[in-house]
C-alpha cells in the first residue's frame, strides 16, 4: 500500500498545474497563485482517494472575499470552497492522472450609489 501511496503522490505531483498570473492591458487585475501537494492517501472502503494542496496567493487590495476551485484533468470541478483567513490546505479528491487545476477568485463588495 505504501508504494501504491507513493506512486499516487507522484502522479498528482506532476500533475498539478498553477495557473501564471497573465497581463492584461484592461479588466481585472490577476491574482499569482502557487499550490503545493502536501500528501495524499489511498482509497479505502470507506473513503475515496484524496490529496492535501496548500493553496498560498497575493491579495489584491479592495477584495472583500476569496474562493479557490480545483477542476479535474478533464475540466470537471472537484471542489469549490471559500479561503478562510488562517487556512490555506484543502482536502482535494483524486479521480486519476492529468493535468489538475487550481485558481483563486477575488471578490470585493460593491457600495450602492447613494441617492
Known amino acids: ?19 501564471e498570473p497573465s497581463v492584461a492591458a484592461e479588466g481585472p487585475p490577476s491574482i499569482a497563485v502557487e499550490a503545493t501537494l502536501d500528501s ?21 487590495s479592495g477584495a472583500a472575499r476569496y474562493e479557490v476551485k480545483f477542476t479535474a484533468p478533464k475540466g470537471v470541478d472537484l471542489l469549490t470552497a471559500p479561503v478562510v483567513d488562517g487556512e490555506n490546505t484543502y482536502t482535494v479528491p483524486y ?16 457600495k450602492p450609489p447613494i441617492p
Open 95 to 110: 479521480v486519476g492522472s492529468g493535468t489538475y487545476g487550481v485558481r483563486v477568485t477575488a471578490f470585493r463588495i460593491e
Open 1 to 19: 500500500m505504501a508504494l501504491a501511496l507513493a506512486a499516487l503522490a507522484a502522479a498528482v505531483a506532476l500533475a498539478l498545474r498553477t495557473p
Open 40 to 60: 495524499c492517501d489511498g482509497a479505502t472502503a470507506d473513503l475515496a482517494a484524496s490529496c492535501e494542496i496548500t493553496v498560498d496567493f497575493e491579495r489584491l
